[in-house]
């Protein structure tokens, strides 16, 4: 491209935002594959119907927190809507930086009528969050493990099985999720978990526990670093969310299958950060309410495979826009899938976070 | 030696007494002076104001200000400031809970935080310091406003949880309420502050002095082994003649101008398991296929890639003295009969000295603050300080400690810094 050209062409688009569209939102998501899956579902549609309206992707939700507070700070908020996880909304809520949603004013009842708070139902955690989809953290094992004389992992104990299922495993280096799952492989009821982390025998129990695979176990800190992992032969098992765990399997054919077994339901959603300005508000209460409609969350399906939020979603699923095949059995939602699942308390770690991070940080160091 | 001293033998007496020098209008020649060169000196400082004023604004300002968040604690008393004076006068080791002013106080103080919703933001500050006043601080709020106000407030809020009955909660109200605390700080060195006073952490607590030491003992290592690799590389590049240590300099810089995460994730591929390394070791039969080295998510992984990947700030400094220094020199002292060694040791070394050291500080503090390469191939053995710093910042939104962390590991610069000028001296340092 010569100089000139690239003159004109960066003129043109000046021109456009300037002149031909109104509005401009700043979205900010999680970038990937993710990412992708709402610009198809959401922005696009969006943006056809509402030419005025111009979405600008924004991929720093991994730092969305802290942004947000410090642009809080600075009185200089320049972003519209915020997707975030279920924990960070109800820290942002906390803080006063999320503003608070009213959910059957605000967003477009199911198709039969059913508002939306009931809709949604126990996925609207926190006063100012508009859950989307449904992901689990969850195992992926190899299948081509020798070792294994042909046996499979099907239960989650057999991650702390060196015997039977010998080699590495991989685990997300912090506490949550982690503590859960050694307290119900050390003989701890579901029911019980957090009763007994609470304590401070019940988190040296779990301590004890991870201990007896700690120096057979990579830590991870970014969700496609165990798809690598399993891909590499590096680990044998890891844990990490459902949809990387199906692209890895369906996308890229690797000998991989998933552990449906006490997998970890949570949430991604929308916030909208408190004090924006009247019109920039309007611009994208609008938008959500398109956006987080039933048809909308049950066309995200078919480009990633995450659960729609909507209990009215489910029935839309259909097929995978590129591969062709049915989404539904791949819904951590599919009722073969949830038959064991593990129910994540979120006002439980909102408090105890800060205090088992640092044991586990110091465990970790140990 | 006579003539000054005939000079000053002779010279007082002669002196008339000392009279100021002054201009032809009669202003002292000294005031004059003061005054052209002031008049120099501020037009100086206009042409730097831009840029002083920047730099002041845009990077002095911002650290201060995060500095300052490492003892800053006005949350408290401005939240709950009918509350943090009615507590003043409960004796927190009497062992019983405060009476029903304090508990008038709180109702009055959260009626009005729950109005502006900052009761939230306060209960998650007190939560870094104990555990569940989170969920109390939201519990309560949503309750506060559907009190009976003719009731007693204490047994309404011991209704709606215990915590405000035990008298651990109220221990904490107080010990935090003053508008500075020293509770980072004390935090990032293990220690708390407890209505006992300053104890440390029980030991499973404790984290950041053994990352810190671990920091500074990786950061050493770091520099070690980058000046051990990166003197004789400096040597070539400054011995050859120029066409051949042209292209070395490429192979020197390329690394240099290519991406830290390719550059680390391409160690994560040789050094894995699995890893190009491994499988050309099991192949070649020096290990076996069982035996594969651990290479990566530990402190050895961290080393080697992060040596890899400042190895060109040592390299750099250390060519640019070395190119400085005529061979002659070591010629000289060969042609007056010291050995290789002799020659190197006692001539060469010590004028690559400025350097070494250029080269060391730039390395090591480039690694003492790095945190990308040990949170990737660092695995739980090879973080540093920063990754913690970094998790605070942006994961538990727990500034203050971040800030106090960051306070400690420039302290700790800082005071290298200073013993390194006394004993090999800041003027020693040659950036290029």
Redesign the interface.
Known sequence: MTFKTLLLASAATAMMTTGASAIDLTIVSWGGAYSNSQNEAYHKPYMAENPDVNIINDESSNEAVAKLRAMNEAGNLTWDLVDVLASDAIRLCDEGLAMEIDHDEMLAPAPDGTPASQDFGDLIVSDCYIPQIVYSTTFGYRTDVAAWNGKEPDDICDVFDLETFPGKRALEKRPINNMEWALLCDGVAKEDVYDVLETEEGVNRALAKLGTIKDQTVWWSAGAETPQLLADGEVVMGSTYNGRLFSLIEEQDQPVKMLWDAQVFDLDGWIVPAGLPKERLDAVMEYLRFATDTQRLADQAKYISYGPARESSAPLVGKHAELGIDMAPHMPTDPNNAKNTFLFNYEWWADYRDDLDARFQAWLAS | MTTTDTVSAAAPPADPPPQPLTTRDGIPLKVSLMRALRREKMRAMLLIAPLLLFILLTFAAPIADMLFRSVENGIVSNTLPRTVEALADWDETSGEAPGEPVFAALHADLLIATEK??H??L??RL??EA?????LF?KTGRRAGRMDEAEPFKAQFIDIDDKWGEIDTWQVLKTFSPPLTSGYFLNAVDMELTPGGIEMKPE????YL??FA?TLFLSLTIMGCCLLLGYPVAYLLAALPARTSNLLMILVLLPFWTSLLVRTSAWKVLL????VINDFLVWTGIVSDAGRLVMI?NQTGTIIAMTHILLPFMILPLYSVMKTISPSYVRAAKSLGATDWTAFWRVYFPQTVPGIGAGSILVFILSIGYYITP?LVG???G?FISN?IAYH???????GLAAALGVLLLAAVLLLFYVYDKIVGIDNVKLG
Request: proline share 0%; hydrophobic share 20%.
């Open positions: 919703k900052t939230t933001r209960g998650s939560n870094y555990s569940g006043m989170s969920s939201r499973s607590e404790r984290v053994f990352l671990r894995q398991q699995q890893g998510n949170e695995g739980t053995s973080i913690r910042i942006s994961s538990s939104l727990n500034w």
